[in-house]
């Protein structure tokens, strides 16, 4: 019998990297704008896979797409329970009216740091809607918070942590889960 | 991410990695203080007290903005409005405010060693402001804020302090942050008010102001604190001018580039040519803008503190 308190990687490189291509083309078929899309990676585990998606996009719109970052930190509802965040850079430029915000994150759970992420991206300005995609879906939300977007549904048990490895180019290569 | 603190009460206990985690928060602050939008909510519903001791308006409105701006409430006590004329102690009075619910306690007093006397016994965090000619240490952080923003880093840097060291906590801690980060730092001014001993901290100490100037590439000018001596320290205000006051012939010593630092307030025609002081060389109003983002910096790193550590 498999040890218990042993880490194990789903799934693999390969279906990993189509989900992620999956999620673009089913972003551009929900936007056809291209223009008007901008995707922002919560820090910082979803810095990299904006990246990466926003190349994917670019291609599929055949026009660039705007890139930035999101750092939820400072709206965080447990800033008194868990200590203070380390602060990573907030890089939304240019004026939200108008725009589709597309939030970018590698695992969503309790959907805390999304309600963060939200208040965060509303203190720059009022886009015309945010959407959510994240590349693992591992449930446990505490909040009425729902991705429009998502590449793998993955079960696990509440104590266990799901950590999301990308390569250079931001392409997902690997999910581990550990005790 | 290296802070577990619960108090800032001085430069000289913290670490460089302390020192640069509070460097790095303060930068993600002082891009929110350039948005629309300039608060968050991380310190909401917390209760901050700026008991002010001894006259301050510069300092005590930086912290009463840099609360604000973290959405914590904020209150002013200070000294001539407050019980200490009818003879209350200073740990009553503290324990008076903390019996407010105070979260953090921001202290100014003209004894060395006030803030760390409250730590000791308040459950509040509590943040140095200035006590008496020990330590500053918020002005240290955003005059080493300021010159990493503007240089790169630290390590390496030549930084020449001018002026009264002596009776200066700006000086002080502003000396334990720039050695601890690396940076060479000489001291220079008259002789009654640069004593040798500070050699002892790993400064060099001159009394010639071409020498000190030669090579700099950052002079931080301190006014003289004339509430703080007696007259005798030296003979006037116009030999001190004469003799250690920046201008641009002596400027031309420095680094072209060379910053020109003061903390305010400045006495214009004394320790720097009033030319200068609106030079693209001096940086002092960035100075006081970046003080924002540091004590922003500082109350949300000291909040989150729960360490036993002092």
């Known amino acids: 019998m498999a040890d218990p308190n042993a880490s194990r990687t789903v799934p693999e490189a390969d279906a990993l990297a189509r989900a992620w291509r999956r999620v673009a083309h089913e972003i551009a078929e929900a936007h056809a704008d291209g223009g008007a899309v901008i995707l922002v990676g919560i820090q910082r585990g979803g810095v990299a896979l904006a990246q990466h998606l926003g190349e994917t996009l670019g291609g599929i719109y055949g026009q660039a797409v705007a890139v930035g970052s999101v750092e939820p930190g400072l ?17 939304l430029t240019g004026d939200l009216a108008n725009k589709v915000v597309v939030l970018i994150d590698d695992v969503l759970s309790t959907g805390r740091t999304v309600r963060a992420s939200i208040d965060a991206v509303m203190a ?6 945010i959407r959510l995609a994240v590349l693992i879906d591992r449930g446990h939300r505490e909040l009425p918070i729902r991705p429009d977007f998502v590449g793998k549904n993955l079960p696990t048990h509440p104590d266990e942590h799901v950590e999301v490895r990308t390569d250079n180019s931001g392409t997902p290569i690997a999910v581990t889960i550990k005790k | 991410m290296s802070w577990h603190r619960k108090h800032l009460l001085d430069i000289e206990s913290l670490s460089a990695e302390e020192l640069t985690t509070v460097l790095d928060t303060a930068r993600e602050f002082k891009a929110v203080g350039e948005r629309d939008i300039k608060k968050v909510p991380a310190l909401q519903g917390k209760t901050v007290v700026n008991f002010f001791v001894e006259p301050s308006t510069r300092t005590r409105v930086s912290f009463e903005l840099s609360a604000k701006r973290l959405s914590a409430d904020i209150i002013n006590f200070s000294a001539d409005a407050s019980s200490f004329q009818k003879g209350e102690s200073l740990k009553d009075t503290a324990r008076t405010l903390e019996a407010l619910n105070a979260d953090i306690i921001v202290i100014r007093h003209k004894a060395a060693g006030a803030p760390h006397f409250l730590a000791r016994f308040l459950n509040a965090h509590v943040v140095n402001a200035g006590d008496g000619a020990h330590e500053h240490p918020t002005q240290a952080l955003l005059d080493v804020f300021t010159i990493r923003e503007k240089k790169g880093n630290i390590a390496g840097l030549n930084v020449t302090i001018l002026g009264d060291i002596l009776f200066s906590r700006v000086a002080r801690s502003n000396i334990w942050a720039l050695r601890k980060l690396g ?3 000489t001291l220079c001014g008259p002789s009654t008010l640069v004593p040798r001993v500070f050699e002892q901290m790993g400064c060099r100490v001159t009394y010639d102001l071409d020498e000190a100037l030669t090579g700099a590439d950052v002079i931080n000018l301190l006014r003289i604190q004339h509430e703080r001596q007696r007259k005798t320290m030296f003979p006037s205000i116009g030999e001190y001018a004469r003799l250690f006051g920046l201008n641009r012939a002596r400027l031309a010593k420095a680094k072209p580039d060379a910053l020109i630092m003061h903390p305010g307030p400045m006495n214009r025609g004394v320790e720097i040519e009033s030319g200068l002081a609106d030079s693209d060389r001096a940086v002092i109003l960035e100075q006081v803008t970046n003080g924002i983002a540091v004590r922003m910096a500082v109350l949300y790193l000291v909040n989150g503190g729960n360490a036993e550590e002092l």
């Open chain 1, 75 to 91: 709206h965080r509802d447990d800033l008194s329970q868990r200590g203070m965040a380390e602060l990573r850079p907030t890089e």
């Open chain 1, 124 to 129: 720059f300005g009022r886009p015309q809607c």
């Open chain 2, 183 to 185: 940076a060479n730092v």
